[in-house]
């Protein structure tokens, strides 16, 4: 069974992609995966923590959540979704029935990088580091869709629609910039990586049907 996270800074089009992905092929999604078997969030905490490195993973969980220059709210919303996100990986690689259909994973483990973005001042250096060090140890290794988009054509959705990270629209761009940093750390931190442009003129058929046929 082959496992694709897909990830991209904040209002790239990820959902629009899966959108496009459920229509052209034979995949199986994670949202499939947590409606079946009823994934809510205190299995998700059980499944986390039946992995060996889970004390380890959740002290790095925890780190990660202190060093973060966001609310205190957000603070445990990051750790709360951080678990969920282990959690889900442990139940799709050692507990879901093996099969041939590819499974799709929205906003996966290596979506951290984008969890720790905040428009705010903090060191964002340390931050991708500490990460590093938490992929390293839960030793995924899925394969990563990366979504793209111009950057106009982000901040103008960041703008139209806003985000909970940011506040006016002068914080957009330097949340657009950190969210592209973090994106050339996980293209260092995953091997098998694809990335898809989603813009208004671009060939979008032409990009999924290269990854339907991998």
Same mark, same amino acid.
């Given at each position: 069974? *082959?496992?694709?996270?897909?990830?991209?800074?904040?209002?790239?089009?990820?959902?629009?992609?899966?959108?496009?992905?459920? $229509? $052209?092929?034979?995949?199986?999604?994670? #949202?499939?995966?947590?409606?079946? #078997?009823?994934?809510?969030?205190? $299995?998700?905490?059980?499944?986390?923590?039946?992995?060996?490195?889970?004390?380890?993973?959740?002290?790095?969980?925890?780190?990660?959540? !202190?060093?973060?220059?966001?609310?205190?709210?957000?603070?445990?919303?990051?750790? @709360?979704? =951080?678990? $969920?996100?282990?959690?889900?990986?442990?139940?799709? %690689?050692? =507990?879901?029935?093996?099969?041939? @259909?590819?499974?799709?994973?929205?906003?996966?483990?290596?979506?951290? #990088?984008?969890?720790?973005?905040?428009?705010?001042?903090?060191?964002?250096?340390?931050? @991708? %580091?500490?990460?590093?060090?938490?992929?390293? *140890?839960?030793?995924?290794?899925?394969?990563?869709?990366?979504?793209?988009?111009?950057?106009?054509?982000?901040?103008? @959705?960041?703008?139209?629609?806003?985000?909970?990270?940011?506040?006016?629209?002068?914080?957009?761009?330097?949340?657009?910039?950190?969210?592209?940093?973090?994106?050339?750390?996980?293209?260092?931190?995953?091997?098998?990586?694809?990335?898809?442009?989603?813009?208004?003129?671009?060939?979008?058929? !032409?990009?999924?049907?290269?990854?339907?046929?991998?």
């Amino acid at each position: 069974m *082959k496992i694709v996270e897909v990830t991209g800074i904040a209002g790239v089009g990820k959902s629009y992609i899966i959108a496009l992905l459920s $229509k $052209k092929g034979n995949f199986i999604f994670d #949202y499939e995966i947590i409606k079946k #078997y009823n994934l809510n969030d205190f $299995k998700l905490l059980i499944y986390f923590f039946k992995n060996k490195k889970s004390l380890y993973l959740f002290n790095d969980i925890l780190h990660l959540a !202190f060093l973060l220059n966001i609310p205190l709210f957000n603070k445990i919303n990051f750790i @709360r979704n =951080s678990i $969920k996100k282990f959690g889900k990986n442990y139940f799709i %690689t050692s =507990s879901l029935p093996d099969n041939k @259909r590819t499974v799709i994973v929205d906003e996966g483990v290596s979506h951290l #990088y984008q969890n720790v973005v905040s428009h705010r001042k903090q060191n964002n250096q340390k931050l @991708r %580091t500490l990460v590093n060090k938490l992929i390293d *140890k839960s030793e995924v290794s899925h394969e990563i869709i990366v979504v793209t988009a111009k950057d106009e054509e982000v901040f103008q @959705r960041l703008q139209s629609r806003g985000h909970k990270r940011i506040k006016s629209e002068k914080e957009i761009d330097n949340f657009i910039k950190m969210g592209k940093d973090n994106i050339k750390a996980l293209n260092k931190q995953f091997y098998t990586i694809t990335q898809i442009e989603n813009n208004i003129n671009g060939n979008l058929d !032409f990009e999924l049907n290269k990854i339907i046929g991998k």
